[in-house]
């Protein structure tokens, strides 16, 4: 009787101990699924917290100005009048050789320019510097859409694909690139990457003055 109840304990100290196996594999299966489901929670609020940062500097952008100057190549002041350009108020806007604009709303339109080179300045820190990437969908990420069509639009101005035609010269595009640099080669590096994103690689480059002999009689201004 002795062994049989020697025994018996034996068995029941084996099973005793294989349960607290299975409850020690099973505390610490519990324990890893948390710390994943812990980890993609954080990741997720992650993303959310940089795709609003995205956005809120994306909507900043002038893109009514982008698209106006540099794809419509006319300018509408606060009064709401219009003014097409010719080529003649572009060197007026956009020449790094003319200090102060002979006329009030081309002086108005550079000021406007470099208030839309600076609201560039956000985003080209965020997303150019990489820190976003982790939180865009792609090229065309609704959250970036007033920044990437304001870059494209830049584009076409300085180089248009295909036959487009654009005035813009290198003294523009000298004057563009230095009023955004403010002397910091950095910052035009931080654009450059940022068009990268939007699949714009290479747009602002210098490639030598384009399109100078047409498109020359454009009406000066109009009544919106």
Same mark, same amino acid.
């Given at each position: 009787? &002795?062994?049989?109840?020697?025994?018996?304990?034996? =068995?029941?100290?084996?099973?005793?101990?294989?349960?607290?196996?299975?409850?020690?594999v &099973?505390? /610490?299966? #519990?324990? #890893?699924?948390?710390? #994943?489901?812990?980890?993609?929670a954080?990741?997720?609020?992650?993303?959310?917290?940089?795709?609003?940062?995205?956005?809120?500097?994306?909507?900043?952008?002038?893109?009514?100005?982008?698209?106006?100057?540099?794809?419509?190549?006319?300018?509408?002041? $606060?009064?709401?009048?219009?003014y097409?350009l010719?080529?003649g108020d572009?060197?007026?806007?956009? =020449?790094?050789?003319?200090?102060?604009?002979?006329? $009030?709303?081309?002086?108005?339109?550079?000021?406007?320019?470099? !208030?839309?080179?600076? =609201?560039l %300045?956000?985003?080209?820190?965020?997303?150019?510097?990489?820190s /976003?990437?982790?939180?865009?969908n792609?090229e065309?990420?609704?959250?970036?859409s007033?920044?990437?069509l304001?870059?494209?639009?830049?584009?076409?101005?300085?180089?248009?694909? @295909?036959?487009l035609?654009?005035?813009?010269?290198?003294?523009? %595009?000298?004057? #563009?690139?230095?009023?955004y640099?403010?002397? =910091?080669?950095?910052?035009?590096?931080l654009?450059?990457?940022?068009?990268k994103?939007?699949?714009?690689?290479?747009?602002?480059?210098?490639?030598?003055?384009?399109?100078? /002999?047409?498109? !020359?009689?454009m009406p @000066?201004?109009? $009544?919106?």
């Amino acid at each position: 009787p &002795s062994q049989r109840m020697a025994r018996r304990m034996s =068995s029941l100290d084996d099973i005793a101990l294989a349960f607290e196996i299975v409850q020690g594999v &099973s505390t /610490a299966a #519990i324990a #890893i699924v948390s710390f #994943i489901y812990s980890l993609h929670a954080r990741r997720a609020q992650q993303v959310e917290a940089q795709r609003k940062v995205v956005q809120e500097a994306c909507s900043a952008v002038d893109l009514d100005f982008a698209m106006d100057l540099f794809v419509n190549r006319r300018f509408v002041d $606060d009064g709401g009048r219009v003014y097409s350009l010719n080529e003649g108020d572009f060197r007026g806007v956009l =020449s790094a050789g003319v200090a102060y604009p002979p006329m $009030d709303w081309q002086r108005a339109c550079r000021s406007r320019l470099v !208030r839309f080179l600076e =609201s560039l %300045r956000p985003c080209s820190h965020t997303i150019g510097s990489g820190s /976003a990437d982790f939180a865009l969908n792609g090229e065309v990420d609704p959250i970036a859409s007033k920044l990437r069509l304001a870059l494209k639009a830049l584009c076409t101005f300085w180089s248009p694909q @295909g036959s487009l035609y654009t005035p813009c010269t290198d003294d523009y %595009r000298t004057f #563009i690139k230095d009023t955004y640099m403010e002397g =910091s080669a950095k910052e035009w590096t931080l654009l450059t990457e940022t068009l990268k994103r939007f699949g714009f690689e290479g747009r602002l480059e210098f490639k030598g003055a384009a399109g100078e /002999a047409t498109d !020359r009689a454009m009406p @000066g201004a109009v $009544d919106a």
